[in-house]
């Protein structure tokens, strides 16, 4: 008898069962219904003149209702963990409309590079100067802005500084001072408004100038 039980159990176990239908778990792992299976093939072969013994019986139920509770919780994160991927989503959304900064006022120079940068302007442009300094805070380079409308305006620097000489790689911050004829107002590049939210692989990106940020690499937003 004691045969059959062991043979019956690795057969449950190992996802076949020659007394019953075909049982496939391919990935040989058990869960709260294999547990039950188990234990009702260790019922089926039980001696009736030797019952199994009541302590037994109570520590497997113990352990069953350990498993579905445990499955339940999985069930429950599984349940938040899409709750808070969606407030996050929800979140991102109501962002539109608003400002974003990326928390850096600066661009990266490279050796042969002639990098462009964006400009958000609130107000009409008539006259101005934008401003690039080294990391030093060392200004190397300014050049007027032009008559233009409030908004996000495209700029490409070819990396020579006020000297006439190429500058060395690094970072460099940017600013604009400007007017529109009646009050004068500061704009710094990484500060653009959010014009709407792209969702790809799970993660939210905001477009802001003409570029998609990922998140996580907007430090503020504000209104």
Not at 163 to 187: M, V
């Amino acid at each position: 008898m004691t045969n059959g039980i062991t043979q019956d159990l690795n057969s449950v176990a190992n996802g076949t069962n020659t007394n019953s239908s075909t049982y496939s778990n391919p990935k040989a792992t058990l869960g709260k219904d294999d547990f039950m299976k188990l234990l009702l093939t260790e019922l089926q072969y039980q001696d009736p003149t030797d019952p199994m013994d009541s302590d037994k019986i109570l520590t497997q139920t113990s352990q069953l209702a350990t498993l579905e509770s445990a499955d339940n919780t999985n069930k429950a994160l599984e349940d938040l963990t899409k709750q808070l991927s969606s407030s996050s989503d929800l979140n991102a959304v109501s962002a539109i409309g608003k400002m974003g900064s990326l928390g850096t006022d600066s661009i990266t120079l490279n050796d042969d590079s002639s990098p462009n940068f964006e400009l958000y302007f609130n107000h009409d442009i008539q006259s101005g100067t934008i401003t690039i300094a080294d990391s030093q805070n060392n200004v190397v380079k300014t050049f007027d802005l032009s008559s233009a409308n409030a908004g996000v305006q495209s700029f490409q620097w070819d990396g020579i500084g006020d000297s006439g000489e190429r500058l060395p790689a690094g970072t460099y911050s940017i600013t604009a001072d400007y007017s529109d004829g009646n009050d004068s107002y500061k704009t710094a590049f990484g500060v653009y408004p959010i014009e709407s939210v792209r969702f790809d692989g799970g993660d939210s990106f905001l477009k802001m100038g003409s570029n998609y940020y990922p998140l996580s690499k907007v430090k503020e937003i504000y209104q």
